[in-house]
Structures are given as structure tokens and as C-alpha cells.
């Protein structure tokens, strides 16, 4: 049986095989100032791999240098691609919302969280965040090569949020300007169906960064498991500053037809993201919307089965399915 993924899975698996890091050579690092320079030259130099492999572990590295104290071990490993393979290939959206949110944790309310340094603090944060800079600016010079919309887009958004954080504006801006200009072509311009499940994941990860609501679509989650989760509390205005970001998302993907997996997930998960923020008129609303969009008026549409170990889960389905294909059976 061939195994299918989704399209965000599609982008992840290319960008970590098809460019070539698997086997990729290790790249040799040192512990000084300028080893970390010459570290940050050979990652974005690396034709081993493609540029938004180097983007995404520039990124990775601009964070680490932010955080203060000895990120040796994390040059080393970006030089050698591991860390890329290991998190690039990662089959859930919002996963990626996760890092890109946890990972800027440090860097809430324009606060960075360091390691401190004794009584050099100050000089040793004025050269972490240099190298954090620099590694920025060679991050952002790989986001206009020709590879995967969703990956680049994802990209452009951490080094928009990494930019803001050590204060480099000009940089910031930039990014934000690439993001709303990609954003207002998925509303204005021609009806393009993975574009568009791009924007619609840029402005799901943009309101998770103001409300950490996460919305899974795993085959395990259950009515019961979201009903007793935790609700996210939030200021009246986090909230609408967050539900005009995913109400923004919605409108884009009604731009298709019924029929869209992308449309139909868009309602899906406004509805239980309604539900997660304790406004359950609105996340009613939604689901009628769905029901419709689905042609089924049944809750369990909500949830999607579990097709076995390894396989994508299958959505809008009432009838229980049964599972023959469990782990471990080959």
C-alpha cells in the first residue's frame, strides 16, 4: 500500500530528502567568535543543501545565539544537517505552529530570555545578538529560491517574529511586507487551492502566536479528549485580535469550492477553536457551516478516524472504520 501525505507533509519530506542533506558532509565547527561567523558562512553557503534547509537551520541557530551561553553543540549541529532532518519532517501543521511559538517563548513582549554570562552579561549579549543578526540576514537571503511556497512562507514568518525580537526593524519589516503581499494575493489574485492552504496556515500560526489555542487533527482525538481540554483564556482584546486573524483565514479558503479538504478544514477548526475559547454560539455557527460545506449534520465529522499506524487519518466519515493495520505490523 502506498503511503499518502498530506500536502504540508509533501513540503516537509522534500525540502529534508530531495535536497540532498541525507548523507550530507559534516561541516566542522570551533568555539570563537569568529568560528561562529565562519559557521553562520558555511551554513549559508552549503550547496548540500537546498536554501531553505540553510534558511530554516540559520533560523534555528539565530534563536540558539539569542538564548546566550555556549551554542557550540548547536552549530555542530546544524553544520552536519541533523537537527534540519530531525525537525524539518514533521507531518502536522500545527506543529509547526508550536515551534514557531515556543521556540520565540524567549522573546514574548519584546523580552529576551538569557543565560547569564557573570560580569561580562552585557558585552556577551551585544555579540550573541550580532551573530543572531547575522544569521537572520543569511536566513533571508534563501527565502527567495524557487522551492516550496508552504515551507518559505513559514520561514518568512519566524524571521519576521526572530527580526522583531533583537530589534533589527528593517529587516522585520521586510518580512511582514512579504507576508501581507502573499496574503493579499491569496485574496485578490487568481483561485490557487495550495497557495491558499498556505495562507490559510500563515494566519492560523500568526493567531496561535497572540491566542496558543492548537486545534489537532490527529485520528486519535476524540469529542472527549477536546471537551475536558483546558480552555485558553485570553483578553477580549488578544481574542479579537486573534479571531480576525483566523476569520481572515476562513474567507480565503471559502474562495473554494465545497468540495476543498482546505475550505472544509477552515470551518472545522474555527469551530473547535470557538469551542477552545469558551464561545460556544460562535463555534455552533461554524459547525453548521461545516455540516453544510460536508452534507452530513453529525458532531463525529468533527473528528477524523484513525486509518492505522502510518497513514493519514480519514475525515468526514460517521460509520466507524475499522482499523486492520496497527504498529509494528509491518
Request: hydrophobic share 40%.
Amino acid at each position: 500500500m502506498t503511503k499518502r501525505y498530506t500536502a504540508p507533509t509533501k513540503a516537509l519530506l522534500a525540502i529534508a530528502f530531495a535536497a540532498g542533506l541525507i548523507g550530507a558532509p559534516v561541516l566542522a565547527s570551533d568555539e570563537s567568535p569568529s568560528g561562529s561567523i565562519n559557521a553562520i558562512r558555511k551554513i549559508a553557503t552549503n550547496d548540500a543543501a537546498s536554501p531553505h534547509v540553510r534558511a530554516y537551520c540559520l533560523l534555528r541557530l539565530a534563536q540558539r545565539y539569542m538564548r546566550g551561553g555556549d551554542f557550540s553543540a548547536a552549530e555542530s549541529s546544524y553544520l552536519s544537517g541533523e537537527s534540519s532532518r530531525r525537525n524539518l519532517v514533521d507531518s502536522r501543521e500545527w506543529k509547526w505552529a508550536s515551534w514557531h511559538m515556543n521556540g520565540l517563548a524567549s522573546t514574548r513582549n519584546g523580552k529576551i530570555e538569557r543565560k547569564v554570562d557573570g560580569n561580562n552579561a552585557l558585552k556577551s549579549q551585544h555579540a550573541d545578538l550580532a551573530l543572531a543578526r547575522k544569521a537572520l540576514v543569511e536566513a533571508v537571503k534563501q527565502l527567495d529560491a524557487p522551492d516550496d511556497v508552504f515551507v518559505r512562507y513559514n520561514l518568512y514568518y519566524s524571521a519576521w517574529r526572530l527580526n522583531e525580537a533583537i530589534g533589527a526593524g528593517g529587516e522585520a519589516r521586510h518580512c511582514k511586507r512579504v507576508l501581507n503581499e502573499f496574503l493579499r494575493s491569496c485574496e485578490r489574485g487568481p483561485v490557487n487551492e495550495d497557495k491558499l492552504e498556505v495562507a490559510t496556515t500563515i494566519l492560523g500560526v500568526m493567531s496561535y502566536g497572540i491566542v496558543p489555542v492548537v486545534v489537532p487533527d490527529s485520528g486519535w482525538i476524540t469529542p472527549r479528549i477536546v471537551s475536558t481540554a483546558s480552555k485558553v483564556d485570553a483578553s477580549d482584546s488578544d481574542f479579537k485580535r486573534s479571531e480576525q486573524l483566523m476569520l481572515r483565514s476562513v474567507a480565503i479558503a471559502d474562495r473554494l469550492d465545497g468540495q476543498s479538504q482546505v475550505r472544509r478544514l477552515a470551518h472545522r477548526n474555527l469551530a473547535l477553536w470557538y469551542a477552545q475559547v469558551g464561545k460556544p454560539e460562535l463555534a455552533e455557527e461554524q459547525k453548521q457551516i461545516l455540516f453544510g460545506l460536508v452534507g452530513i449534520k453529525d458532531d463525529s465529522i468533527l473528528y477524523p478516524q484513525s486509518a492505522g499506524c502510518g497513514s493519514e487519518p480519514i475525515w468526514w466519515h460517521v460509520e466507524k472504520i475499522a482499523v486492520v493495520r496497527f504498529c509494528g505490523m509491518g
